[in-house]
C-alpha cells in the first residue's frame, strides 16, 4: 500500500502553531513511506472565506519547507461530487430522506434534553415510507447510523477507543438546501484523495467515529487514524494567544529558522529515545506514529530558541545575511550597504554564536551597519567621560601608525595604551574603545571587529567618540 497523507485546513486567517505540527507530522509520515502528502484546503465557509486566508496557510507550509505532492484541492469546488455520494447513499438504502421541520427537531431536542438523553434526533424518518412525505418541505438526507452495540477505533496515538452506537445519531450528510454537510465533504475527499492515514488533533477524534460509518456504508477502506494531543501553553491550558505568538508567520517575523521550527514541532509531541536536535533527514528516516505522546506537551519558548541557536550556529553565512537583510531594510538608522555586508560576512562566525533568533543577529551585528556619527547607549555614555579622551587619542594615534591592522597588533596597541595610562588596567582602553566603535558596552570580541572595520573606519569612529565626548563635557 502506496501511504497518502493529508493536510486538510480550514483557512482561519493565519497558520496555527498546532496546525503546523499536523502539516509536519503527515509530511514527514508520507516523505517516510515514500509516499503522497496532499493538501486541501476546507474552504465551504463561504461567509468567512478569503483569498488571503488561503495564501496565509500556503506560505507557512512554503516557509516550513513542507513541500505537497499534485495540486492544492479545494474543497468547495467538490461539492456536486459529495452531493452524489449523498444520492449513491440513499440508493444503497445506507441514507434516507427527513421531513422534519424546525418545530418537530425542537419537539424532540426538548424531549431529549428533559430525558437526558445525549442524542435527539428519534430516527423517525428512518424506515418510513417515503410517499408518506409532507408536500412543501424539502427533506434533508441523513445517514442510517448503527442502532446497537459499540463502535470501536483502532487508533495509532488513542489505542482502542469505544463509544456506544446510542451516543452516535442519524447525522445530516445533505442540508435540504442540497449541500453537504462537513462530514460528508470530509469522507468523500480522503476517499477520492486515496487517504490512507488520517493524522490531526485529538479534537478531531469525535469526528471519526461519525466518518467511519460513512466509510462503511459505501464500502470504502476506512482510513488509519492518529489523533494526536492537543499543543499546550506553559501554564498546561490550551495553547493560545495568551501564551505568546501562535501563528508561524509571526515566528518567522521574531528570525526563527523553518529547520529550527520543524525540528522544534516534531519534538512537540514526538520522541525518539532521548534525541532533542533532530534534522529534518533524521526525522524522515526515523518518524513513526509510535513515536507520537499520548499526553498533551506544553510549548517551551526558551527551547525552541535554543534549538534556534543551534541552527543558527550550523547555518551557512551567506544565507543568514540574506535572511537578516529584511530586519534590517526596517530598522532605522541601519543601512546593510555592501561595505556592511561585508564587514559582517567576515564577522559571521563570532556574530551568529551569540545569536538565538535572527533579530539578535542583527541587533548583535547592528554597528556594522551604522555610518558617523551615531548615538550611543546609555551605558556607553557613561564610559565614554573623564579619562576616556586621552585614552581614545592614544590608540588613536598608534592604531593610525600600525603597520598592519589585525586583531593581534589592535590587541597590543590597546595593552601598551593602558601600560602608559592606567595602570596596566586593559578594561580602562578596551572599554572606551569598544563604546567608541560600536556605541554600546556590549559586542564581539572588540579587537576582531576593529580589524573588520579596518583602520580608517575604527579611527574615524574613535575621532567622533572624542568629538562626542568634548560636546557633552562642554555641555
Ligand atoms: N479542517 C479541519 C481543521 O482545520 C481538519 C479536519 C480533518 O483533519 O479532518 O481543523
Given at each position: 500500500m502506496s501511504v497518502v497523507t493529508r493536510f486538510p485546513p480550514s483557512p482561519t486567517g493565519f497558520m496555527h502553531i498546532g496546525n503546523a505540527r499536523t502539516a509536519l507530522f503527515n509530511w514527514l509520515f508520507a516523505r517516510h513511506h515514500g509516499g503522497k502528502f496532499v493538501v486541501r484546503i476546507e474552504d465551504t465557509d463561504r461567509k468567512r472565506h478569503s483569498e488571503e486566508a488561503v495564501e496565509a496557510i500556503i506560505r507557512g507550509l512554503e516557509w516550513l519547507e513542507l513541500d505537497w505532492d499534485g495540486e492544492i484541492t479545494s474543497q468547495f469546488s467538490r461539492l456536486d461530487r459529495h452531493a452524489e455520494i449523498a444520492q449513491e447513499l440513499l440508493k444503497k438504502g445506507e441514507a434516507y430522506y427527513c421531513y422534519c421541520t424546525p418545530e418537530d427537531l425542537e419537539e424532540m431536542r426538548e424531549k431529549a434534553r428533559a430525558e437526558g438523553?445525549?442524542?435527539?434526533?428519534?430516527?423517525?424518518?428512518?424506515?418510513?415510507?417515503?410517499?408518506?412525505a409532507p408536500a412543501g418541505i424539502r427533506p434533508v438526507i441523513r445517514i442510517k447510523a448503527p442502532l446497537e452495540g459499540t463502535s470501536t477505533i483502532e487508533d495509532h496515538v488513542q489505542g482502542s477507543v469505544s463509544v456506544n452506537?446510542?451516543?452516535?445519531?442519524?447525522?445530516?450528510?445533505?442540508?435540504?438546501?442540497?449541500t453537504p454537510t462537513y462530514m460528508l465533504s470530509v469522507v468523500v475527499d480522503d476517499y477520492d484523495m486515496g487517504v490512507t492515514h488520517i493524522i490531526r488533533g485529538d479534537d478531531h477524534l469525535n469526528n471519526a467515529f461519525r466518518q467511519k460509518i460513512i466509510f462503511n456504508a459505501m464500502e470504502w477502506d476506512v482510513p488509519e487514524f492518529a489523533h494526536c494531543p492537543l499543543i499546550h501553553g506553559p501554564d498546561g491550558?490550551?495553547?493560545?494567544k495568551r501564551h505568546g505568538a501562535t501563528s508561524v508567520e509571526e515566528y518567522r517575523e521574531m528570525g526563527f529558522l523553518p529547520e529550527a521550527m520543524r525540528n522544534y514541532l516534531l519534538r512537540l509531541g514526538w520522541g525518539h529515545g532521548d534525541e532533542e536536535i533532530i534534522p529534518t533527514d533524521k526525522a524522515v528516516e526515523w518518524f513513526d506514529l509510535k513515536g507520537i505522546g499520548k499526553a498533551a506537551s506544553r510549548f517551551d519558548f526558551a527551547k525552541l530558541e535554543n534549538l534556534n541557536a543551534h541552527y543558527i550556529k550550523i547555518a551557512d553565512n551567506e544565507r543568514l545575511l540574506k535572511l537578516a537583510r529584511p530586519f534590517f531594510e526596517h530598522t532605522p538608522g541601519l543601512t546593510l550597504n555592501e561595505e556592511a555586508s561585508r564587514r559582517i560576512l567576515e564577522d559571521m562566525n563570532h556574530l551568529k554564536d551569540r545569536s538565538k533568533t535572527i533579530l539578535q543577529l542583527v541587533e548583535e551585528s547592528a554597528f556594522y551597519a551604522r555610518t558617523v556619527p551615531f548615538d550611543y547607549t546609555e551605558k556607553a555614555q557613561k564610559i565614554?567621560?573623564?579619562?576616556?579622551k586621552e585614552v581614545l587619542e592614544t590608540l588613536c594615534t598608534s592604531l593610525e601608525s600600525l603597520e598592519s591592522f589585525t586583531a593581534e597588533n589592535v590587541e597590543r596597541i590597546c595593552r601598551e595604551t593602558a601600560e602608559e595610562l592606567s595602570e596596566g588596567k586593559l578594561g580602562k582602553a578596551v572599554m572606551p574603545l569598544r563604546a567608541a566603535v560600536?556605541?554600546?558596552?556590549?559586542?564581539?570580541p572588540i579587537f576582531n571587529a576593529c580589524a573588520v572595520l579596518g583602520r580608517e573606519e575604527t579611527c574615524t569612529r574613535i575621532l567622533a567618540a572624542v568629538k562626542w565626548l568634548e560636546k557633552s563635557e562642554a555641555a
Open positions: 438523553q445525549k442524542t435527539f434526533y428519534d430516527r423517525r424518518w428512518r424506515d418510513r415510507d417515503p410517499k408518506d452506537n446510542d451516543q452516535l445519531d442519524d447525522f445530516i450528510i445533505l442540508r435540504s438546501d442540497g491550558s490550551k495553547f493560545s565614554l567621560c573623564d579619562g576616556a560600536t556605541g554600546t558596552t556590549v559586542s564581539p
